[in-house]
C-alpha cells in the first residue's frame, strides 16, 4: 500500500507570493491534516479535511486555506507569504473513523514539503 | 499552558542500552489517546505507539513500550536495546476527546533529540 505523498518535496519562494502544497493520502483514508513545523513553534495543527469537508481548523490567519478533493487529495494554499512561514509542512492521513473514537485514529504523516520564504 | 511536556530537549545513549524518554500532559478529558512519533533527520514523522486513557495495559509495540502513569498524567517512551538508526527527533502527541477543547487535533511536545552512541 502507497504511503502518504506529498509536492513538492522542496518550494523557494519570496515574500508576497503565494503557494499551493498538495498531499495524496493513502488509499482509502478520507481525512487529510495539515501540520506546520518550524523549530520556534514545533508541529501545530492547521486544519483537517474529511470527505470534502474542512472539519478541524488550528488557529492560524485567513492566508492559509485548504481543500479537499473527491478522490481524498488536498491541497494547501498560503497566500502573500511572509517570511515567518518558511517551515516544514506536513499532510497525515487517516481513515477519520467516527468522531467518538478519533482519539486513537492512527494518523500516517507523508515526507512533509519543506517550503523557505525569502 | 503547555498540554504536552517533553523536558529533555537532548539526549545520549549507549548503543544496545535502554532509554526512556519523558512525556508529561494536560487535559480535563477523561477520554484522550497519547502517541509517539519518531522524525528522522529526512522529516517524515514515523508512529511508534499508541496508549489510550482507558487502556488497563501499557502498550508495547517491539522495542517500545510506553511507561503509563494515568494519575500523574505521565507517558513515558522507553526504547529497549538502542540501534544507531534510532538517532532521530521522537515527539509524544495528544488527541483530545470532544471535551478537550482542541477539538480532536493531534497536539505535539516540542520533541526530544535522542542521539545514540556506538
Known amino acids: 500500500k502507497a504511503g502518504v505523498t506529498q509536492t513538492p518535496r522542496y518550494l523557494i519562494k519570496t515574500r508576497g507570493q503565494q503557494v499551493t502544497l498538495s498531499c495524496s493520502p493513502i488509499?482509502?483514508?478520507?481525512?487529510v491534516s495539515w501540520y506546520q513545523q518550524t523549530p520556534g513553534q514545533g508541529l501545530q495543527f492547521l486544519f483537517e479535511?474529511?470527505?470534502?469537508?474542512?472539519?478541524n481548523k488550528g488557529n492560524f490567519p485567513g492566508r492559509f486555506s485548504g481543500r479537499q478533493f473527491s478522490n481524498s487529495r488536498s491541497e494547501m494554499n498560503v497566500s502573500t507569504l511572509e517570511l515567518g512561514d518558511s517551515a516544514l509542512y506536513l499532510c497525515?492521513?487517516?481513515?477519520?473513523?467516527?468522531?467518538?473514537?478519533?482519539?486513537?485514529?492512527?494518523?500516517?504523516f507523508g515526507p512533509g514539503t519543506r517550503l523557505t520564504v525569502l | 499552558a503547555q498540554k504536552i511536556t517533553q523536558t529533555q530537549p537532548g539526549m545520549f545513549v549507549q548503543e544496545k542500552e535502554a532509554v526512556t524518554l519523558d512525556c508529561t500532559y494536560d487535559?480535563?478529558?477523561?477520554?484522550?489517546?497519547l502517541f509517539w512519533y519518531k522524525q528522522p533527520s529526512s522529516g517524515e514523522m514515523i508512529f511508534l505507539i499508541y496508549?489510550?486513557?482507558?487502556?488497563?495495559q501499557n502498550a508495547t509495540e517491539g522495542r517500545y513500550s510506553l511507561n503509563f502513569q494515568k494519575a500523574r498524567k505521565s507517558a513515558n517512551l522507553v526504547i529497549s536495546a538502542s540501534q544507531l538508526g534510532d538517532s532521530a527527533m521522537y515527539f509524544c502527541?495528544?488527541?483530545?476527546?470532544?471535551?478537550?477543547?482542541?477539538?480532536?487535533?493531534?497536539?505535539f511536545g516540542k520533541g526530544t533529540k535522542l542521539s545514540v552512541k556506538p
Open positions: 497525515a492521513s487517516s481513515n477519520g473513523l467516527a468522531a467518538a473514537f478519533r482519539f486513537y485514529n492512527e494518523q500516517f
Open positions: 488509499s482509502g483514508h478520507r481525512s
Open positions: 479535511y474529511f470527505s470534502e469537508t474542512q472539519r
Open positions: 487535559t480535563s478529558d477523561p477520554s484522550y489517546g
Open positions: 496508549q489510550g486513557s482507558y487502556d488497563q
Open positions: 502527541a495528544m488527541r483530545e476527546g470532544l471535551q478537550g477543547g482542541s477539538q480532536g487535533n493531534l497536539i
